[in-house]
């Protein structure tokens, strides 16, 4: 089961957030305000404040995965904190064979995920997914199924914003089970 993240570290998180945050309006298709985080996690104390929060979110898991590509800016981070290894989940052919792989449907087309078959063991060990955002929730559904067909248990999802509205929380209840635990730092 996956920790809490004390009240105060969620507060410098989201304080950080906040501070450094960039709208970007009309940003990918026209309608859309873009809520980019690179700002946030190029200043160093808004960086130390997301990582700090959510390593406590991942606290005892065996392994943190990061999802391609900013789950891998946190993901990193975050494991050299807690100590522990890192995997990172890759887009589909961007890793050498053998490789574990899920495909999966997005709102526009489908994407695939990938995780090494061979130098890393997965099978039984306790694994915390981390990225930046979570919206309608595939590709967290897609990194949780595709770390139980390695033999992974998921430790928990933890991601810097949860986007409102998206129902992501709710399809990765129903994708994943209600017991995986989803964490976020911030809505928006």
Do not use: W
Request: glycine share 14%; hydrophobic share 50%; with cysteine.
């Amino acid at each position: 089961m996956t920790a809490a993240a004390t009240p105060d570290s969620v507060h410098r998180a989201r304080a950080a957030i906040t501070r450094h945050i960039r709208l970007v309006e009309d940003f990918p298709s026209p309608g859309i305000a873009f809520k980019d985080l690179t700002p946030v996690l190029a200043d160093p104390d808004g960086l130390d404040a997301v990582v700090a929060a959510l390593a406590e979110y991942c606290a005892g898991a065996d392994l943190i995965a990061g999802i391609d590509a900013r789950g891998f800016l946190v993901g990193g981070a975050i494991a050299r904190e807690l100590g522990v290894g890192v995997v990172a989940v890759r887009k589909g052919g961007k890793l050498p064979p053998p490789v574990i792989g899920v495909d999966y449907q997005l709102e526009y087309g489908s994407a695939r995920l990938e995780v090494p078959a061979a130098g890393i063991t997965l099978r039984g060990r306790s694994v915390a997914v981390v990225d930046d955002v979570l919206a309608t929730g595939g590709t967290l559904i897609a990194t949780g199924k595709l770390l139980a067909e390695a033999g992974a248990r998921v430790h928990g999802l933890s991601v810097i914003m949860e986007l409102d509205g998206m129902g992501g929380r709710e399809a990765v209840a129903a994708g994943l089970g209600a017991d995986v635990p989803v964490h976020n730092l911030c809505g928006g």
